[in-house]
T-cell receptor, first 113, second 112 residues
Framework: DARVTQTPRHKVTEMGQEVTMRCQPI?????VFWYRQTMMQGLELLAY????????DSGMPKDRFSAEMPDATLATLKIQPSEPRDSAVYFC???????????FGPGTRLTVL | GQQLNQSPQSMFIQEGEDVSMNCTSS?????WLWYKQEPGEGPVLLIA?????ELTSNGRLTAQFGITRKDSFLNISASIPSDVGIYFC????????????FGKGTKLTVNP
């Protein structure tokens, strides 16, 4: 069945290292969202794309985070340099056009030591 | 930004009991979504609501879009152990962007 996939599922790294998270949206979905989930803040939208173009990245710390869609089947979220406060679960979600329903991937659990 | 107040924060119930949870806001919403998240997984969409007063069911789950458009309810009937998880409400508010706003979640524990 069609699902959003994310890799890696878990990542442990040291402060200062670069982290890259990848997402494959559901085939046919042209809108991709990146969320971060923490106990304190809950689910926060970091950025989203439509037809590979960034529409809003206001939720992302600009100095260290970057999000791209090299092609329609791949979205990436990079953190460089990573910091302990970046430790969280990062989710990718996809949807069609302006349709309201968003379908989430299993997440990448990031731990920065 | 806009906030959704979801309650209760947690629930401990016996198998077979019915469950109710709700989400409220000071803003008018155009869409309400209910998600369930299990440990180590992403949120899974359960029910989507698009019109005020709409009542939609998905198996033992029933959700309603409040008449005032500022609230939504989720009911689970005859709970079973696999209903355990965190239930999130989410929505798009009127005049807002395409950003989905999430509640903080209701953690449900079902005792067999």
């Amino acid at each position: 069945d069609a699902r959003v996939t994310q890799t890696p599922r878990h990542k442990v790294t040291e402060m200062g290292q670069e982290v890259t998270m990848r997402c494959q949206p559901i085939l046919g979905h042209n809108t991709v969202f990146w969320y971060r989930q923490t106990m304190m803040q809950g689910l926060e939208l970091l950025a989203y794309f439509r037809n590979r173009a960034p529409l809003d990245d206001s939720g992302m710390p600009k100095d260290r985070f970057s999000a791209e869609m090299p092609d329609a089947t791949l979205a990436t979220l990079k953190i460089q340099p990573s910091e302990p406060r970046d430790s969280a679960v990062y989710f990718c979600a996809s949807g069609r056009d302006r349709a309201n329903e968003q379908f989430f991937g299993p997440g990448t659990r990031l731990t920065v030591l | 930004g806009q906030q959704l107040n979801q309650s209760p924060q947690s629930m401990f119930i016996q198998e077979g009991e019915d469950v109710s949870m709700n989400c409220t806001s000071s803003s008018i919403f155009n869409t309400w979504l209910w998600y369930k998240q299990e440990p180590g997984e992403g949120p899974v969409l359960l029910i989507a609501l698009y019109k005020a007063g709409e009542l939609t069911s998905n198996g033992r789950l029933t959700a309603q879009f409040g008449i005032t458009r500022k609230d939504s309810f989720l009911n689970i009937s005859a709970s079973i152990p696999s209903d355990v998880g965190i239930y999130f409400c989410a929505g798009f508010y009127q005049g807002g962007s395409e950003k989905l706003v999430f509640g903080k979640g209701t953690k449900l524990t079902v005792n067999p």
